[in-house]
């Protein structure tokens, strides 16, 4: 082995951090199911096609983040990026286009090779939702809706703004694109060498650039929403008083699209300002042309992508409290003992955490330490009568109990 480090960007999840993702993940699968969607798990492990011919080749994704391998057959393989090539590629290769329209939520570990930092992680976890084979303006104002409503339940009111723009269709996307490439050819000499690539392959990708002097020269370049047709902006403006039926607020980004090939119409983005400037916490949009690049049959869909460890951040350490009862013994024989009462007050749902070793003043320490909320000492005279002791130890009072009554008197303490 070489080194007993995690590899870099990559992070043992235990406790605290552990806990948040579980939360999240717990709440967000609870909401999700209640607007009717299925659950899907697809393999970590895919061809590379999948995310070269969904993501385009001059993603950031394809170009520069992909974790690749060969097999001894000579197979490319990527560890997945992203969750929607996968989703798309499942549809394709198990003909669910039968079963449309179809509701499907994922969640699970991601990988991309970025430069590590805060909020950049090179794996990290997404929880995302599609909605596929409906093409009204409906379901992109319901999937939005229900991302306001996730953060909501995290407890984040106030702490995100949304953001959206439109990218039209089609049509539309030709002449923003004719004129962008206009604007962008007469700075050739001062973009940088990634945005003069994609201005030769797909100039608007360019407007996703990081590049601090791209973005300079971009806050003069043409707005997309001067060139949606009639067709583009009547289906953006519904979106938009949709959300406003619906009190959610947002925030008109015209700069704003989305990194991936995939995308149309709608795009948007809720951002915090509170962990830095990675702030992006989830983002999504419109992908009718993506079933069909897939090789399926042209199948429309919206969706959007969450990263759990951008929102673990805005999440506080959790407050539950600790439910572990400890039940220590006064000698090893009476062990046998805390085990059958730990098994009653389990089967009753109580958690129950035996302590093995130590003297009764050791063992106390220790379930302080773990913060139990109480102790059952099993004392041999007090068993002997039938009876056992309840320490509370969040006021360290104690009394003896009868022990057919242990369940009924810790629960009158949790
Ligand atoms: P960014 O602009 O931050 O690079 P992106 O456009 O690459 O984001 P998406 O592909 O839309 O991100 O992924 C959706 C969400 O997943 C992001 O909004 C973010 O919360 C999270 N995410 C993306 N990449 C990472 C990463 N490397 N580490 C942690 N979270 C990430
Ligand atoms: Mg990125």
Not at 187 to 216: G, Q, T, V
Not at 221 to 230: E, K, Q
Not at 250 to 269: K, M, Q, S
Request: net charge positive; proline share 3%; charged share 25%.
């Amino acid at each position: 082995m070489k080194k007993i480090q995690p590899v870099r960007g990559t992070h043992d999840l235990i406790w605290d951090a552990y806990n948040k993702k579980s939360f999240i993940e717990n709440a967000a699968s609870d909401l999700i199911s209640l607007y009717g969607y299925d659950e899907i798990e697809t393999p970590i492990l895919e061809y590379i096609e999948v995310f070269k011919d969904s993501l385009g080749i001059t993603s950031d994704i394809v170009s520069k983040e992909m974790f690749t391998l060969t097999t001894s057959k000579g197979n490319h393989i990527a560890l997945r990026p992203e969750g929607t090539a996968g989703v798309a590629r499942a549809f394709v290769s198990n003909g669910l286009a039968q079963y449309l329209p179809l509701k499907l939520f994922y969640k699970g570990p991601m990988f991309r090779r970025e430069r590590p930092q805060k909020g950049r992680l090179r794996q990290f976890h997404q929880i995302g939702i599609e909605f596929l084979g409906d093409n009204s303006f409906f379901s992109d104002i319901e999937v939005i809706s229900l991302a306001n409503k996730l953060l909501l339940e995290l407890g984040l009111e106030g702490k995100f703004n949304l953001q959206i723009n439109s990218l039209g269709d089609a049509e539309s996307r030709q002449s923003y694109i004719k004129d962008l490439t206009k604007f962008l050819n007469d700075k050739r000499k001062d973009l940088s060498s990634d945005s003069l690539i994609r201005l030769e392959k797909n100039p608007l990708r360019i407007l996703d650039s990081k590049d601090k002097n791209d973005i300079k020269i971009l806050s003069n370049a043409p707005i997309f929403s001067d060139y949606l047709n009639p067709k583009s902006n009547e289906f953006y403006n519904n979106i938009k008083s949709g959300l406003d039926d619906l009190g959610i607020k947002y925030i008109e980004n015209p700069r704003l699209v989305r990194g991936l090939d995939y995308y149309c119409h709608t795009a948007f983005e809720f951002v915090t300002k509170e962990i830095g400037s990675q702030g992006t916490v989830l983002a999504g949009g419109r992908y009718d042309g993506l079933i069909q690049r897939m090789g399926g049959t042209a199948t429309s869909g919206v969706g959007w992508a969450a990263g759990v460890e951008r929102l673990s951040m805005l999440i506080k350490p959790n407050g539950v409290q600790n439910k572990i009862i400890s039940v220590i013994s006064s000698s090893d024989e009476l062990i046998s003992k805390a085990l059958i009462f730990a098994e009653e007050l389990r089967s009753n749902g109580i958690i129950v955490d035996i302590i093995f070793s130590g003297n009764i003043k050791k063992q106390l320490k220790r379930a302080n330490k773990i913060k139990s909320f109480a102790a059952i000492i099993i004392g041999e005279d007090e068993f002997l009568n039938g009876n056992l002791i309840l320490k509370d130890l969040s006021n360290s009072t104690q009394k003896e109990i009868k022990i057919g009554n242990l369940v009924k008197e810790v629960k009158k303490i949790l």
